[in-house]
């Protein structure tokens, strides 16, 4: 059976719009072929969409001279059927599909790199070598509708905050945070850096009398981790907030986080099933803890932490035993903040910084910003950074800058925590890390 041309074709329905009502709808149907059982004089091939799957009952004195063909599809080839939607009680989803005619579009080779409904695990490697095939099965295709949602409560929830969206460079001349972790590159006859993120150019934004920007786009980090939370290009969800301090980005960020809970549970019921998740509601406010309250906590369970030092990862796991769900790290030592983190001005030992976390993983950094020019010059210094190397940044807090604030938001961060997922990898098409550059 050779592939025919589509012609004027044209798919009427998704496999999940269709139940009992539509009993003799007159549908045409569009997928892959997941399965083909052959009884002799009858066959069931069962076509799986994006939505769904559909047994579609093949009847040898219908179909005829076409009936042998369609039996030996190699799974995994694309058609379309037309037929007529029928009940049958004996079929899970109460109905079946009774073909008129068969258009083979694609005929998959064999054998499949990967299973697609076979019960053998693969390892995460194999499948994202194969991520296209990786990527029909339910569960890995859940994960992206759960983050398609995230995208969407995030667009929804900032809009309607006034919030103007905005695209800023991804090839830039200068390190956003100082450091080495940058991914250097040939701009015509200068070097030039992957963006780390969009901190100094939102923050020149701030000038301008937009007062509230976000941003949905890539970031690089040349920074060689190797764990089941990193990555070194990972979308950045950023806001900044002019006449606005710690506390109200905080605010923002939670309803934000919020939206996106609540618009899962309304509208993926489906993919959370599939995963086997149960997701709590997010009350609000979320609780805050400050740096030096953590530290006593750990102390208590008989960790010390040094005032200064991060908190590791075996400090978060022991404030999660003591705060479950999400919640807020707030006033960071400034020695542990970027130059641009304002001080807490009653006691500037401390920062306006804070931290989201879910039990024991960071979600989001964040803080209010210094907007005073020779302050911020002088933070520059204290780092080991030339304020010459940031000039262009610089000059927008010479004619007038109102106080500010922001977050940037690891959307793969958020989507692994919601969707439950053990690897960050899990939860972008195709991952980038420090051994992994195609597909």
Not at 191 to 215: H, I, R, W
Request: charged fraction near 30%; charge should be negative.
């Amino acid at each position: 059976m050779e592939p025919q041309a589509i012609n004027d074709w044209r798919r009427t329905d998704y496999i999940g719009s269709l139940g009992k009502e539509q009993d003799q709808k007159e549908v045409t149907l569009a997928g892959w072929v997941q399965d083909i059982r052959n009884l002799g004089g009858i066959a069931f091939l069962v076509l799986r969409d994006r939505t769904g799957t559909m047994q579609v009952t093949l009847l040898k004195k219908k179909l005829e001279d076409m009936y042998k063909p369609l039996t030996e599809l190699p799974r995994e080839s694309v058609v379309m059927v037309k037929g007529r939607v029928q009940l049958n009680d004996k079929v899970h989803t109460g109905i079946e599909v009774m073909p008129s005619e068969v258009k083979l579009l694609s005929k998959a080779a064999t054998p499949l790199p990967l299973g697609i409904v076979d019960e053998v695990n693969a390892e995460l490697d194999t499948r994202l070598n194969a991520r296209f095939l990786d990527l029909r099965k339910d569960d890995v295709r859940a994960v992206f509708m759960l983050r398609n949602s995230i995208l969407d409560a995030t667009r929804a929830q900032l809009n309607e905050e006034g919030f103007i969206e905005i695209q800023t460079p991804k090839i830039v001349g200068a390190a956003t945070e100082g450091g080495t972790s940058l991914f250097p590159m040939e701009y015509f006859d200068r070097k030039a850096y992957l963006n780390q993120s969009p901190q100094l150019f939102k923050q020149m934004l701030m000038a301008t009398g937009f007062d509230k920007v976000c941003e949905i786009g890539p970031a690089f980090r040349a920074e060689e981790h190797d764990t089941v939370r990193h990555l070194n290009e990972f979308t950045s969800i950023d806001i900044e907030m002019a006449f606005s301090d710690e506390e109200d980005v905080m605010g923002v960020l939670e309803r934000l986080i919020k939206a996106s809970v609540d618009l899962i549970k309304s509208s993926n019921q489906k993919e959370l099933e599939t995963l086997g998740i149960e997701l709590e509601d997010v009350p609000l406010p979320l609780p805050r803890l400050t740096y030096d309250e953590c530290r006593e906590i750990c102390k208590e369970k008989g960790l010390d932490i040094p005032f200064g030092e991060d908190l590791t990862m075996e400090a978060t796991k022991l404030l999660a035993e003591k705060v479950q769900g999400y919640y807020f790290i707030t006033r960071w030592p400034m020695a542990a903040k970027p130059f641009y983190i304002q001080p807490y001005e009653p006691d500037p030992k401390y920062s306006r910084g804070f931290d989201l976390m879910y039990k024991e993983k960071e979600i989001t950094s964040g803080g209010q910003r210094v907007h005073d020019l020779a302050f911020l010059i002088s933070r520059l210094e204290e780092q080991g950074l030339d304020p010459e190397d940031f000039t262009f940044y610089l000059d927008a807090f010479k004619y007038g800058i109102p106080p500010h604030a922001g977050w940037g938001l690891g959307l793969e961060r958020m989507a692994m925590i919601l969707s439950q997922s053990d690897n960050i990898r899990e939860c972008v098409l195709f991952p980038r890390d420090r051994y992994r550059l195609i597909p």
